[in-house]
């Protein structure tokens, strides 16, 4: 179980991830360069006995940057053949290079503070994402904290620059006494647009369609038409990693026909149609903050365009899994929550793992003008 440094935020079910190890169908040790930094590099380096001399053999450091050398089947060489950790058996958790400690976690990182979250490329994360019912909170992950709030809420220091019309006519920013925060006035701008766009999200008053519709307004952009053929002719322009991913290109490529209202309709009565909610939010969450980095951001706010690209790839990303759902509804009169864990881990892995396709994707987006017809 990873702690978590002062002034670290992220979803509440943060708390419930443990790696499931032998478990995983798609262990993250197979597939994946596995770089080592320099503190377990040097750590390794001091191991005695056979396990030691498996080290020193198994990590490359050429180009002075190390690495574990793959083995068969690109499997990590310290996968045994139960499919469980070699150095965690041997050495403990504490002695796993920085990568294979936080995988699958993510990072956001603000002036003062971070969020982290899980990447859906894990299917235990994927699990823990799409099973939640109640509407996503963002919690203070701090060590023994029972804070429950978002760094929304919790904006360290009030701003007279922001005013009424700085942010959207809804828009707040609430604050506490504490001295040693800091958060910039574009990181403020932000957080307050962003929780205005989860809070549309997640209001189950409203269908999800008609939250989506509300979210683009707020943004200044307009409704989404999705033709899952051209998006699947895109998809297949992107760098590719699994052969199993072009089986599911090929389906939306062929999608002109799917009947995704009677797929919907089964989700809303099997209870869980949530899943499109939370896959949203995720997306949102993920990927929103590129806003503040973004070439048309300055010290005031968040680049604009930006964010309404970001919020339309969080968009397009959750229509693409929807459609992919309903493929396979139609081909199998099913679809359970382990088909969807897998398709959700399948695009995260060959779409989010990949900044180059990440890039692509939001420049294609940005050049249809914020408006797809695609």
């Known amino acids: 179980m990873i702690s978590f440094e002062d002034k670290t935020y992220g979803p509440r079910f943060m708390r419930e991830f443990q790696c499931i190890a032998d478990r995983c169908r798609h262990s993250c040790c197979i597939g994946w360069e596995i770089d080592v930094d320099e503190v377990s590099l040097e750590r390794y380096r001091n191991v005695q006995g056979p396990l030691g001399e498996k080290l020193k053999q198994c990590i490359s450091e050429e180009f002075h940057s190390a690495h574990f050398i793959l083995g068969e089947n690109e499997r990590c060489p310290f996968l045994n053949e139960k499919n469980l950790c070699e150095l965690i058996l041997g050495l403990g958790e504490d ?8 995988h699958p976690r993510f990072r956001n990182f603000y002036t003062d503070r971070e969020e982290v979250g899980l990447g ?3 299917e235990e994360a994927g699990r823990i994402l799409l099973t939640q019912r109640a509407p996503i909170e963002i919690v203070d992950l701090t060590e023994n904290s029972e804070h429950v709030g978002t760094p929304e809420d919790t904006a360290s220091q009030p701003d ?5 019309e700085t942010l959207h006519p809804d828009g707040y920013l609430a604050s506490y006494e504490n001295s040693d925060g800091y958060l910039t006035t574009a990181e403020k701008v932000f957080l307050s647009q962003r929780s205005q766009i989860f809070s549309l999200l997640q209001d189950r008053t409203r269908n999800l369609e008609m939250r989506v519709h509300d979210i683009l307004e707020f943004c200044g952009s307009v409704p989404l038409r999705f033709d899952p053929v051209k998006w699947g002719h895109f998809l297949r322009s992107l760098e590719r990693l699994d052969p199993s991913w072009d089986e599911e290109i090929s389906l939306l490529e062929n999608a002109q026909n799917i009947d995704t209202s009677a797929f919907y309709a089964f989700m809303q009565k099997q209870g869980r149609e949530v899943e499109y909610e939370n896959l949203l939010w995720y997306f949102l969450y993920r990927h929103l903050s590129g806003a503040i980095e973004a070439d048309g951001a300055d010290e005031q706010t968040p680049d604009e365009e930006d964010l309404r690209t970001r919020v339309l790839f969080a968009m397009t990303s959750t229509k693409i899994i929807g459609y992919l759902g309903a493929c396979h509804f139609a081909a199998n009169n099913d679809f359970t929550l382990d088909d969807q864990i897998e398709l959700a881990r399948m695009y995260s892995s060959e779409i989010e793992y990949s900044d180059e396709n990440v ?14 017809s695609a």
């Open 160 to 164: 007279e620059s922001i005013t009424d």
């Open 120 to 122: 859906l490329c894990c």
């Open 359 to 372: 890039e692509k994707f939001l420049e294609y987006l940005s050049e249809l003008g914020l408006y797809p």
């Open 95 to 102: 002695s796993l290079c920085d990568i294979c400690r936080e």
